[in-house]
């Protein structure tokens, strides 16, 4: 039987195959093949936000990465879009405002930093009414100290709300206000991006099968190290011996019997059939974790794919890592919406997600362009038609509009070309 001792003994050296952890930061790495790209058409106070997002140094690609790394951990992640307190007595118009350096930023959350929330339908849709969030913020103290104090905000439309633990005179401690203010705003500016949705800000791990086997995969590896550290000891057997009787073992001493036929030492080891057995167990448990990790990257409901194919996959279209692609390219646009709304702009512009799979598409299709070409020239489709075509081949830009590239098109300076002979056409 084991004793609390040897369990520690025993977790103190148990180690774990970051699977789990690898496979989370290889998908990061397939939706981010390339740095985030801002439209051309995005307003330039806009742009000049991404350098520095949240006000702390983090460009937007790099922030970006961090916000789906945390969605893909729990399932979902929230950014709050946030515009610093001004005073208003010193800023009374844009320019003061401008002056003073206030600009929105937005703020990362974790899931489990959101500890209530309500809501309504309103429109067919359903938006916040009322958000808590628990946060810790680091107090100066006297001289050089510091303090971290744990507050919770309360974020209603048009209003926040700060409230930290204070004592009574009872010396109770209880959640008071601590301060308050107006916005400008009517509604909430939280963005939700989901990886795994169960419910209206509520999601899953996509990879909590992952997870689950990562874990079995510890514990039978810390049972086989067990196993081998048992194995490679040992036993030594004495036999013969009347009751009571003494034996020194060691280097430096010698051990005399008188009847070698009935009395004697010896080592006996194991057999070693259970460390075949556990390695086998192990190889399997890795296999699944490939193949739970895998599925990610291709269409629902496909057939299983073999260990061999799993790790040489790629991200394919129509695959749910491709789909949560899509959704943080939507989640960073609604982000940078909110903020040219706080600074009094109508369209924030979006931004591209470069996948893998975009990257790879990124060479021509030659075939398709000539394809496109020559039922252009032979009338056979509108031109129209065929800007879509090469957007979809990814030679036009595929977020620029039809009408305005054929307008772009029809606008163009002219171009001369040939040597001047007269000659070309």
Do not use: C
Request: aromatic share 6%; hydrophobic share 35%.
């Amino acid at each position: 039987m084991k004793t609390k001792r040897d369990y520690k003994k025993r977790l103190a050296v148990a180690t774990l195959l970051p699977a789990y952890e690898e496979t989370i930061n290889q998908n990061i790495g397939r939706v981010f093949a390339q740095p985030v790209v801002l439209s051309e058409k995005m307003p330039e106070q806009v742009k000049a936000l991404a350098p520095n997002i949240d006000l702390e140094g983090m460009r937007l690609d790099v922030w970006a990465q961090a916000f789906f790394g945390i969605a893909f951990q729990y399932g979902l992640a929230h950014a709050l879009v946030d515009y610093p307190r001004v005073d208003a007595e010193q800023v009374r118009t844009k320019a003061d405002e401008q002056a003073s350096g206030a600009r929105p930023y937005v703020t990362m959350l974790n899931p489990r930093q959101v500890i209530g929330w309500k809501s309504k339908t309103t429109g067919g849709k359903v938006v916040l009414t009322d958000l808590r969030i628990k946060e810790v913020v680091v107090v100066d103290g006297d001289d050089y100290g510091q303090t971290k104090v744990e507050q919770i905000r309360h974020i209603l439309p048009g209003k926040v709300e700060i409230y930290r633990r204070k004592k009574s005179e009872g010396g109770e401690e209880s959640w008071q206000i601590h301060e308050e203010w107006t916005t400008s705003r009517n509604d909430i500016p939280l963005v939700t991006l989901y990886t795994k949705r169960t419910g209206f800000m509520r999601g899953s791990p996509p990879l909590l099968n992952l997870a689950l086997l990562n874990i079995k995969h510890w514990q039978s590896q810390s049972e086989q190290d067990n196993i081998l550290h048992v194995a490679r000891v040992p036993l030594l057997v004495v036999y013969g011996l009347e009751n009571g009787q003494e034996l020194t073992i060691g280097s430096s001493s010698a051990t005399q019997f008188d009847n070698r036929e009935q009395q004697g030492m010896e080592y006996i080891e194991h057999t070693g059939s259970a460390i075949g057995a556990g390695k086998t167990s192990l190889e399997d448990l890795e296999n699944q974790m490939r193949q739970a990790g895998a599925k990610l990257l291709r269409p629902e409901n496909t057939s299983t794919k073999s260990v061999e194919q799993t790790s040489e996959e790629r991200m394919q279209e129509h695959s749910p890592l491709y789909t949560m692609a899509n959704s943080l390219e939507d989640a960073l646009d609604n982000i940078l919406q909110i903020m040219a709304e706080w600074l009094g702009l109508k369209d924030g512009g979006n931004v591209d997600v470069r996948t893998e799979l975009d990257v790879s598409e990124q060479s021509i299709n030659a075939p398709a362009a000539l394809a496109v070409q020559s039922l252009r020239q032979g009338g056979d489709i509108r031109r129209i038609d065929a800007v879509r075509a090469l957007q979809s081949l990814k030679i036009i830009d595929p977020d620029a509009k039809p009408e305005e590239v054929i307008d772009e098109l029809n606008n163009q300076d002219p171009t001369f070309t040939g040597n001047g002979n007269g000659n070309d056409q």
